[in-house]
């Protein structure tokens, strides 16, 4: 190992602590870094040396640092070293470490390696050195520092050499302040709550006060802080619980109002209207629940971390992940999925159409795929379904949807936490990462947020989550705990809060394990540090769980105990923090009366351009919203569990797009019943008609299930809801015609919405999102065996197309493409059942041997998908609809499906499909994809494009140096 | 409730499906008892119900036994036949791929490990597993100073993909000559998959040791019409030397590889292509060794 060592050292009697430098021979990133600074413009960097610091206070000898070195920190084949202050350089260095109190789990590893090794004691720090080589002045350090090395949210930087930082202690804590509330005027209300960063309008804060007027004393901090994050559009859906008032404007001028007694009551309405046999749970616990088989239910759930991701793509994505697995961990499920489902802001966006203080699309997206990827991959769970949109609608403000399926015993969730029990937290420690998450994200962003929103961005810890999870299913299994909730918004405060709603709780703070020292009681209480777990545990049971805390190195805390006093009650030591009664912390907040608005847009036909159709195809093809994501899914493990049947790529070359995913969980290979997840968003639609938003959204997540084999007749549903600022009646009419649709979609396609989630206040600087509506779909498919994919599979083979093409073009990708303008949405469709429960019958019985679902750029793009993923041509007429080539190729209406199938069952499927779908063409081994256009316009030349160059556009390659979409 | 001593009944959800399975192939009868087989389990660990369901299904007794329970002596390692490190990212791989678990097992069961495989009991590294064994030392000469190891991939990415492997025939290892010259497609999902050397000479003298035991192919290889990867990606995913997806210990008792063909037990996880090419005959070759 080549090393400079300068001789005897010592990093413990002098109290300055030793550096210690690894440098990679060839490391990886360097390259990247200096794409990403060509990206910013920084022509003059050439190259880049990346080294990892590592600084160690401790009482060690030369003999301890030469051990650590050899044994942990440095490689003898690929790494070099250096102890003692770095080399001097002619180049421009910087080194960039993590501010004090965000989560190092380098440097707390290193600390347990030392242990290991049965060194000293030792407190480690890690930093990060680039030295850029090159020709650059200033000004492209620092942009480069800035914009690509270092995220001030979360990190430092320094030229040169970083001094090392120790998690420091802050002064002592155990203050329980009192806040002055009684005579406070509505200006001196709002301020307060303002100050505090509360989220709290003046009809909660009069609440509060008449409360505590009536117990005639002030409330602490932390019973201000536990109402305010227990009463946050978070954590309480205020707007889907409120009294809301639509006036629907229509295109000519007729003003229909409807009344809702509550959005969120009217979605669970029609799950109850509908009541299928195989629904166990529908919005009531942390995640929804459906049966699988005889022995196993599934529950899913869909979350969403934007605000974080905008500060912080890495760290918002990473716990964004770790966030929703716990979600289904609440439900005493097994994770064994993870979906993820992105918007960004076009990732060539010019830098002078940035706004200040907003990270550029490409580090966003850059930041939330690796948030995403090293969560997953280190829990162990296949990522495999998804979507990425790019639209300029989330330049400031990107959408971060993360899903997670789960998999348990049936009747396994117990929901009984009884008197007695004790409040076990297990997991990572308490720090004051995260304080004020939930009321953080029920307030708009602007220029400023970044710098005020230090403490609630966070970076996950998935190891620790990790061993939570072996902890939870194992004590499942024995059947240790009475109750199980996550610590997600609010911390402490929710889950002991939630778990204890209808008995009363008692805690003291004070033995909670920490992160450092010096948290004040309200901040213990309050902090969203990732990964803990509450459960309610029977006395005699706690030792039994220890014993399963130690196996997995998961750390266990007995926090009090659940009382039956109607009280939550909160001490550290022997101060008193909170003393709330439960139905006030629970049913004291009042409802709220809403209105919305929505004015349709008056219609407005655009008018089609001229274009060239086999240029349009391929630009279609190579947008990034439809282009190939392999450079994204690929840094996802998408096969461990061994149970991936259905893939996110399929083809020859494993490079055409998969429709849904198909799952087969460990643990029920007894049987041929798989799972299959997929999802339908389309921003575009919605911002003409967000009801039809809702109809499109579900039938495309509906489309890709049936293309991959599963039962449309047995469907599940989930909602994600990310929206404006609803108390601006514009936003929430947009809101309520979309609930409205997901109401007349669960009816029409008889799906149940079993899990939902809003996110509100997604506006930076005053300007709303486009209303985003995700829908995710879990189906069964009878067989894993009838699990087919998009790819075309041989020569000589059919293709069919199921559905009727449209005429309009509004909130199609050729239209935003163009600059069309039309705001005419194709229809729904009308009675969907009849054709997916006819398709699917034709793949159970094994006649389609591929299958692919026309979204965005229409039947065209759709084909070449098809022909691109199997190395095969087609030759097909599809049906126009007008006169125009263009619109026969490119428009989106729903409802359609291609199939691809052996001549041999032309007359099966001719009979079983009737009037639903036609013969289109067939296979071709001629590597053309050539497209004709019958009706009006029939008899011109077919469209033709060279297979190489579609799969060129569609893959990237050639393209862009990185390959990337 | 995860199987810390050697009690194969006692029910576990992720594998007692198993018994009467019919989209899985059946567990390899054979009149000898199935060998005890140690899966071990570090936090982070997370292949290790795969691993043990390909055991099961090779004809082996797996059990899954944390790390914690090894260490703190409620399980003994010589009960069991054989030894199996499954893939994950252990103890979070913060300080480099396997490193800390490397550390762990030079630190508390080095002796047991180097017995093991002095006494011809298989070990199998998977993964994270064959970044753990390798950095130990367990795949080296004893007390040689270490000239190989695994590093980040070339594109500086995690990369999950399937390849194509073959057994290697000319590896010394005994108890993978059964199945030598074997093709098997699997997947790789790994971050510090490349297998880098000193210099160019290691990796001649690796192939001339008959240390190499497993090559990535080119993604058009078939039975009887293998071609190595040539560097190229993606056929090779991480830029390995020479191809090398897996290697063995001088006695070739010890086996690594990166690739999972835990994930290729049945026809049916296999994305397509020609059948055949699973990854169950490694586990079988591993139980039979174990016997």
């Given at each position: 190992m080549p090393t400079n060592h300068p001789g005897k050292r010592s990093g413990g009697d002098s109290g300055v602590p030793v550096r210690i430098q690894v440098t990679s021979s060839d490391d990886p990133r360097a390259g990247r870094i200096v794409e990403g600074a060509r990206h910013l413009g920084v022509s003059g960097l050439v190259a880049c040396r990346v080294s990892r610091v590592h600084y160690l206070q401790g009482d060690l000898s030369a003999d301890d640092i030469d051990r650590l070195c050899r044994e942990v920190l440095a490689d003898p084949v690929v790494d070099q070293l250096v102890v003692g202050p770095p080399e001097t350089t002619p180049h421009p260095a910087v080194e960039v470490a993590p501010r004090p109190g965000v989560t190092d789990t380098e440097a707390r590893e290193l600390e347990r390696a030392a242990a290991a090794l049965g060194l000293p004691p030792v407190r480690a720090s890690t930093a990060r050195r680039y030295e850029l080589i090159g020709d650059l002045d200033g000004a492209a350090v620092s942009a480069v520092s800035r914009r690509l090395l270092a995220n001030d949210t979360v990190e430092q930087f320094s030229l040169d050499s970083i001094p090392p930082s120790f998690d420091t202690p802050a002064t002592a804590g155990a203050r329980v302040e009192s806040v002055g509330l009684s005579g406070l005027a509505e200006a001196d209300l709002m301020s307060l709550s303002r100050e505090r960063l509360l989220s709290l309008d003046l009809a909660e804060m009069r609440a509060i006060q008449e409360h505590f007027g009536r117990e005639g004393r002030d409330p602490t901090d932390a019973e201000l802080e536990t109402l305010a994050q227990t009463w946050s559009e978070h954590c309480m859906h205020k707007t889907f619980r409120a009294r809301v008032r639509l006036e629907h404007i229509g295109a000519d001028g007729s003003v229909t109002v409807a009344h809702y007694d509550g959005l969120l009551a009217a979605l669970r309405t029609v799950t109850e209207e509908l009541d299928p046999p195989w629904l166990r749970s529908a919005f009531d616990d942390n995640a929804g629940i459906v049966a699988f088989d005889d022995d196993f239910d599934l529950a899913f759930k869909v979350e969403t971390h934007n605000h974080p991701s905008a500060l912080e793509p890495f760290g918002g994505a990473n716990t964004g992940i770790g966030g929703v697995v716990r979600d289904v961990m609440g439900v005493s499920a097994r994770p064994i999925a993870c979906t993820d489902v992105l918007c960004f802001g076009p990732p060539d966006l010019a830098d002078r159409d940035l706004p200040p203080g907003v990270l550029h699309p490409r580090r966003v997206r850059d930041g939330v795929v690796a948030g995403i990827g090293d969560y997953g991959n280190k829990l162990g769970l296949p990522t495999v379904n998804g979507a990425v949109l790019y639209d300029e609608g989330y330049i400031a403000n990107p959408l971060v949807y993360c899903g997670a399926l789960g998999l348990l015993p049936s009747g396994s969730h117990p929901t009984d936490p009884g008197v007695g029990d004790r409040i076990i937290a297990i997991g990572g420690r308490t720090g004051r990462d995260g304080i004020h998450g939930a009321t953080f994200s029920s307030a708009g962003m602007d220029e400023a947020t970044a710098e005020q929103a230090g403490t609630v961005v966070q970076i996950g810890d998935p190891i620790t989550e990790k061993g939570c999870i072996e902890v939870v299913e194992e004590a499942r299994d024995l059947r240790l705990y009475h109750a199980i909730t996550d610590c997600g918004a609010g911390g402490f405060s929710s889950a002991v809060g939630e778990m204890g709603e209808h008995l009363g709780a008692e805690v003291d703070l004070a033995g909670a394990p920490l992160k450092y020292e010096g948290l004040e009681p309200w901040e213990i209480w309050l902090s969203e540090a990732q990964e803990r777990m509450v459960m309610a545990v029977p006395p005699g049971d706690v030792e039994t769980l220890r014993r399963l805390c130690d196996r997995h190195d998961v750390e266990m805390t007995d926090l009090g105990s659940f009382t039956g006093t109607g009280r939550l009650v909160v001490r550290h030591g022997e101060t008193p923090v909170v003393d709330l009664p439960m139905d006030f912390l629970h049913g004291g907040v009042p409802r709220r009366e809403m209105v919305g608005r929505w004015a349709d847009p008056a219609p407005a036909p655009g008018r089609v351009p001229d274009a060239d159709p086999a240029r349009l195809v391929l630009d279609l093809l190579s947008h990034p919203t439809v282009a190939s994501k392999e450079a994204i899914v690929r840094t996802y493990d998408h096969e461990v569990r061994g149970g991936t049947v259905g893939r996110p790529f399929v083809g020859v070359r494993a490079d055409g797009p998969g429709d849904g995913a198909v799952l087969k969980p460990l643990g029920t290979w007894g049987h041929d019943m798989a799972v299959a997840l997929a999802v339908g968003i389309n921003p575009r639609i919605g911002r003409l008609d967000p009801w039809a938003m809702a109809l499109h959204a579900i039938d495309e997540a509906v489309r890709n299930l049936v293309a991959v084999g599963a039962d449309p007749g047995r469907v599940a549903l989930l909602d994600n809801f990310c929206w404006g600022d609803p108390t601006k009646p514009d936003r929430l009419g947009s809101l309520v015609r979309a609930v409205e649709g997901c109401l007349e979609g669960a009816r029409r396609y008889r799906m149940p919405f079993i899990s939902g989630k809003d996110s509100l206040f997604n506006e930076f600087a005053g300007e709303a999102i486009p209303g985003t509506l995700l829908i995710s779909a879990l189906g069964l498919v009878p067989d894993l065996h009838w699990t087919i994919g998009s790819a075309l599979t041989r020569t000589g083979h059919d293709l069919w197309l199921v559905g009727e093409p449209s005429e309009r073009l509004g909130g199609s990708l050729v239209d935003d493409l163009l600059g069309i303008g039309d705001r005419l949405v194709p229809p729904a469709v009308e009675d969907p059942l009849r054709r997916y429960l006819a398709v699917h019958r034709l793949i159970a019985e094994g006649s389609v041997t591929a299958a692919h679902d026309v979204s965005d750029g229409g039947v065209a793009a759709a084909v070449a998908e098809m022909a691109v993923g199997g190395r095969l041509g087609v030759d097909v007429t599809v049906p126009a609809p007008g006169e125009s080539v263009v619109v026969a190729l490119t428009n989106e209406a729903p409802g359609r499906l291609l199939l691809e199938s052996p001549r041999a069952r032309r007359d099966r499927i001719a009979t079983r499909l009737g009037s639903l779908g036609r013969r289109i063409g067939g296979v071709t081994a001629a590597p053309y994809i050539r497209i004709r256009v019958a009706g009006p316009v029939a008899g011109l030349e077919p469209v033709t494009i060279e297979l190489d160059a579609a799969v060129r556009a569609f893959t990237g390659r050639g393209r862009s140096p990185d390959g990337r979409p | 409730m995860r199987r810390c001593e050697p009690s194969p009944d006692e029910e576990d959800p992720r594998t007692d499906a198993l018994e009467e399975g019919t989209c899985e192939n059946s567990p390899k009868e054979d009149a000898v008892a199935a060998p005890p087989i140690l899966i071990l389990h570090s936090p982070?660990?997370?292949?290790d119900a795969e691993a043990a369901l390909a055991v099961k299904l090779a004809g082996g007794d797996p059990s899954i036994v944390s790390m914690n329970d090894l260490r703190g002596g409620a399980v003994s390692m010589s009960g069991f036949a054989a030894l199996l490190l499954p893939g994950g990212f252990s103890y979070g791989d913060a300080l480099g791929a396997g490193t800390r678990l490397a550390l762990e097992l030079r630190t508390w069961l080095y002796e047991e490990l180097a017995g093991a495989v002095r006494s011809g009991r298989p070990v199998l590294g998977i993964c994270n597993g064959f970044q753990a064994l390798l950095k130990s030392g367990l795949l080296g000469e004893p007390r040689a100073p270490r000239r190989v190891t695994l590093t980040d991939n070339a594109n500086g990415r995690f990369e999950c993909r399937w390849v194509n492997l073959r057994v290697e025939p000319g590896c010394r290892s005994g108890w993978l000559s059964a199945i030598e010259g074997t093709l098997i497609r699997c997947p790789v999902a790994h971050g510090e998959g490349r297998v880098a050397v000193t210099d160019p000479e290691v990796a001649r003298t690796l192939e001339d040791s008959g240390l190499v035991a497993f090559r990535y192919l080119s993604g058009d290889s078939h039975a009887g019409g293998e071609r190595v990867a040539g560097g190229q990606y993606p056929a090779n995913p991480n830029g390995s030397v020479a191809d090398i997806a897996g290697l063995c210990d001088p006695t070739g008792t010890a086996v690594g590889l990166m690739p999972h063909p835990e994930d290729h037990v049945a026809d049916w996880q296999r994305p397509g292509g020609p059948p055949g090419g699973q990854g169950l005959a490694l586990f079988e070759a591993f139980v039979d060794a174990a016997r």
């Open positions: - | 982070g660990t997370n292949r």
